[in-house]
């Protein structure tokens, strides 16, 4: 069986009712998979080093999960049929193109770059299926487990959709050329997590000196939107990290910030928790 992606669980004594989940930590590819684009083109969608950042989350009680498999073989924070047409051999009615596939990077990537094609060859629709079915449904079906037995057990849950950002938009992005804030919460406006969660975390950033911007440019991605659903207590605020503060972009390597950003990043996350124990009052129980 293919190992899509892991799980790391906190002690079962610790565990309180809050997910992290890093879905473009992956760097793997199948043995068979061919593109155009060179392994450093490829890098360049790599949430590099996302789930070592966070990897303190379960001394605090909180799940993490990782994916394995690189966005650029499939994009699992996408919709199942966000596909972009323009890369198939046959048209199909199972497209559903959004924003995403129309600047080519659905869920099937047609870019790497601007510019940098990823296929020389149109692919067939039952190829999408087979990265879809072996890649993309294990990998969200874990993640609805988990957070509907968390919500079960505790009556609300937290999902933090972890990811890291380019430093500078490129034209593929809507915020082409422009230089980004060290943090950026995405809580599709307000609509997707409890405000007075998203306060606390935007307060524990900015004490630790970071600036941090809502929802510009990015709101929440697929996951975020697909699972929020805070009037039922279920919760989800996506984390984007600017890759300067952590890595050399060039080179895909850690910096001599990194292990400066991970202690800070186990602030955060201690002080998320505290936050979920004290709204609960889990500590009264």
Not at 129 to 149: G, T
Not at 159 to 170: A, I, R
Not at 257 to 270: E, G, N, T
Request: proline letters at 5%; a negative charge.
């Amino acid at each position: 069986m293919i190992q899509t992606y892991s799980v790391r669980e906190p002690e079962a004594q610790s565990v309180i009712p809050l997910l992290f989940d890093s879905p473009h930590s992956g760097i793997q590819f199948p043995a068979d998979f061919s593109c155009c684009a060179s392994i450093e083109q490829l890098k360049t969608g790599w949430d590099a080093f996302v789930d070592e950042l966070w990897e303190g989350v379960v001394l605090h009680g909180a799940v993490l999960q990782r994916a394995h498999y690189s966005r650029m073989f499939i994009d699992l924070n996408r919709a199942i049929d966000d596909i972009d047409p323009m890369l198939l051999a046959s048209p199909s009615s199972e497209c559903k193109p959004t924003q995403y596939s129309e600047r080519g990077m659905g869920l099937i990537r047609r870019f790497a770059l601007p510019g940098v094609a990823l296929y020389s060859q149109p692919l067939e629709i039952d190829e999408i299926k087979m990265r879809v079915r072996d890649y993309y449904l294990p990998y969200h079906n874990a993640l609805r487990n988990k957070l509907n037995i968390l919500h079960e057990r505790f009556g609300q849950v937290w999902h933090v959709d972890c990811h890291s950002m380019k430093s500078k938009g490129n034209t593929m992005n809507i915020d082409s050329g422009e230089s980004r804030p060290d943090v950026i919460l995405g809580d599709n406006d307000g609509l997707a997590c409890d405000p007075q969660f998203v306060q606390t975390v935007e307060d524990a950033f900015t004490r630790l000196g970071y600036k941090v911007v809502r929802n510009i440019p990015y709101k929440g991605g697929y996951l975020v939107t697909h699972h929020a659903k805070p009037d039922v207590g279920r919760h989800s605020l996506q984390i984007e990290i600017n890759r300067a503060l952590y890595m050399d972009e060039k080179q895909h390597k850690p910096n001599e910030q990194f292990a400066l950003l991970r202690k800070d990043l186990d602030s955060v996350a201690c002080t998320m928790a505290s936050y979920i124990r004290e709204h609960l009052q889990l500590d009264k129980q």
